[in-house]
């Protein structure tokens, strides 16, 4: 869906404010610490029910209210659709589309997508696998919310199986044999899953990576390849039984579609460790890219880009570059400093001190 | 920290299944607000139930005597038997009305977070059910979230050796969901549909 208006109460640093955003662009230009990337964060909320900074639901809510509560109209198809996430401080919350409680918040899904495009992004490139990892997810999520339920059975059978491993204290009775065969074969069922989808997205991702990149950087050969934990060819079954005594006497899964890997290049060489800054920047941009790219076609919608200040870590060069790039559909882009050039904003809302004008 | 009685009430509301110490303490002050009757009322089912109700020593169904009205009742087919986790999801199969036969109630999933493996459970008792009432087809009715899923696949694994038909309800189910909040048209389906585990 399409934002038209957005609303937060005792969200972050805002007590109450009302926005409208346009149907293209909108910048929100504000000092730092004013509130630009909360707004950002705000819509992305609807959209995943958690916040792209990675942070709990309690530092969402104003310090000091009770609960935070983010709503937004919009349009999907062509029907207005009004919705709404209340957040407390503590348990959980409740979701509403037009009015109506939803059973499971879960539901929601879908409802909105979106691209955010942050400065920690370098991470992506820079850091350890598990930056990586999420970044497929997130995406597979964006394309089909049964790909949430997929994640959180991983990570709930993970848990479960390592929870038994140490309850063994390193010992295989019969009876911890069965029970973990029990939860070998989960890990199976669903890790394999959820392997599989990671796979067929990064197959639908690199056309469009090698495209972005070669847009941002003038050139160069980027690949993306999935490095699994495991060799894939006997399957994680065969891979689990192999790795029974390690896990055992140290109490951790060792393989699993949780230590997998995506490993990133540029024309051969690791970019982690290879690639310059700008490169590693370029390809962090790229990656953001793709998967919008790859979001719109599965889905035949364009996913809302939210753009935090990414403009100020870019030279001149990459920034053009980016505007460019840019994909049409609806998008809200912050600045401190000036609207980058060529942009063509609908909207500029400033901000200041949590309140908007 | 409140004065004795007080903290003793809200220490064990606390300790109840998904009371935190924040709503412990609401339900405290709400039940101190209470009229005196109300209150006793509350105070006197709760002894009431735990001095005639208990669990069916064969199905472990929650029963006022021995056994439970259902286990009680010739009418259904003693070979057939439908496993559940608790005895609240025996209500929801018994609403879609399309089920005739017996229950077993495991009284939990197996999960290791909450501590909980197949010897916490009502599993041997089931086991010994087999036999005993020659059982010949079992109908796996855990909840179709992972821990459900682990434990009716544990369940296939030590009753298809027995030589018994065992089958899990079909999805239909939502993703995740619980069984005591399917609505009763989709449990209903999902029992026809009803497939057999891999074990
Ligand atoms: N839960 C909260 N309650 C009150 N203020 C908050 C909360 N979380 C963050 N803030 C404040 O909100 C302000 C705006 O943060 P942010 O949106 O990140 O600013 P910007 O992106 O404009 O630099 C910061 O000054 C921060 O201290
Ligand atoms: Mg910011
Ligand atoms: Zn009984």
């Known amino acids: 869906m399409r934002v038209a208006r957005l609303w937060l109460t005792d969200f972050r640093n805002y007590t109450s404010v009302e926005a409208e ?18 707004l950002l964060e705000g819509i992305g909320y609807l959209a995943t029910l958690s916040s792209f900074r990675g942070v709990p639901n309690e530092a969402l809510v104003r310090s000091g209210a009770p609960r935070a509560v983010v709503r937004a109209e919009g349009e999907r198809e062509s029907r207005s659709l009004i919705v709404e996430a209340e957040i407390p401080t503590s348990g959980r919350g409740r979701v509403l589309v037009n009015h109506q409680p939803l059973r499971r918040s879960r539901d929601l899904l879908g409802a909105l997508r979106i691209t955010v495009f942050s400065p920690d992004d370098l991470e992506l490139v820079k850091g350890g696998p598990a930056g990586r990892r999420r970044y497929l997810d997130d995406v597979l999520v964006s394309l089909h919310p049964k790909h949430d339920a997929l994640r959180v059975d991983v990570e709930r059978v993970l848990r479960q199986r390592t ?56 050139g160069g050969q980027v690949s993306a390849r999935y490095e699994a934990s495991w060799p894939m060819d006997g399957g994680l079954a065969a891979a689990l039984a192999a790795s029974r005594a390690n896990d055992l006497r140290r109490g951790v899964t060792l393989v699993g579609p949780h230590r997998d890997e995506v490993a990133l290049g540029i024309d051969g060489l690791p970019a982690r460790t290879h690639a310059s ?67 063509e904003p609908e909207r500029v809302l400033r901000v200041e001190s949590g309140v908007l004008s | 920290m409140y004065a004795g009685p007080v903290q003793d009430l809200i220490d064990e509301l606390g300790r109840l299944p998904g009371v935190g110490p924040k709503s412990a303490q609401r339900i405290a002050f709400h039940l101190l607000k209470l009229p005196k009757d109300d209150a006793l009322r509350l105070a006197s089912v709760i002894t009431e139930v735990k001095e005639r109700i208990s669990f069916c020593r064969r199905c472990f169904n929650v029963c006022e005597g021995e056994e439970c009205e259902l286990c009680l009742d010739t009418r259904r087919d003693p070979t057939l038997v439908c496993v559940v986790e608790e005895p609240r999801d025996i209500v929801a199969v018994e609403k879609t009305q399309e089920f005739k036969g017996r229950y077993h109630v495991l009284q939990g999933a197996i999960s290791p977070i909450e501590g909980i493996g197949p010897e916490q459970l009502r599993v041997k008792e089931l086991l010994a059910r087999m036999d005993a009432e020659g059982i010949a087809e079992v109908i796996l009715c855990t909840n179709p979230n992972i821990e459900g ?51």
């Open chain 1, 163 to 218: 929870t038994l491993l140490r309850q063994s204290g390193g010992r295989l009775t019969a009876e911890i044999a069965t029970t973990l065969d029990v939860w070998d074969a989960q890990l199976v069922e669903h890790g394999e899953a959820l392997v599989a989808a990671r796979l067929e997205l990064l197959q639908r991702l690199e056309p469009e990576l090698t495209k972005a990149y070669a847009g941002l950087a003038g």
């Open chain 2, 149 to 199: 899923e682990a434990t009716a696949m544990y369940l296939a694994r030590l009753l298809k050796p027995l030589g018994v038909k065992v089958t899990r309800i079909a999805s239909g189910l939502p993703v995740g969901g619980d069984l005591e909040y399917a609505d009763e048209l989709t449990l209903g389906r999902a029992l026809e549909g009803r497939r057999e585990v891999e074990a």
């Open chain 1, 21 to 38: 955003l346009a149907a293209g662009l909108t910048v929100v230009v504000g000092r730092n610490g004013e509130g630009k990337t909360s």
């Open chain 1, 277 to 343: 800054q700008g490169e590693q920047r370029s390809l962090a941009l790229a990656l953001r890219l793709a998967a919008h790219a790859v979001v719109r076609e599965v889905t035949g919608e364009p996913p809302v880009l939210l753009l935090d200040d990414v403009f100020s870590e870019l030279d001149a060069g990459r920034s053009h570059a980016l505007v460019e790039l840019l994909p049409s559909g609806q998008a809200v882009l912050t600045t401190a400093g000036p609207v980058p050039e060529g942009a």
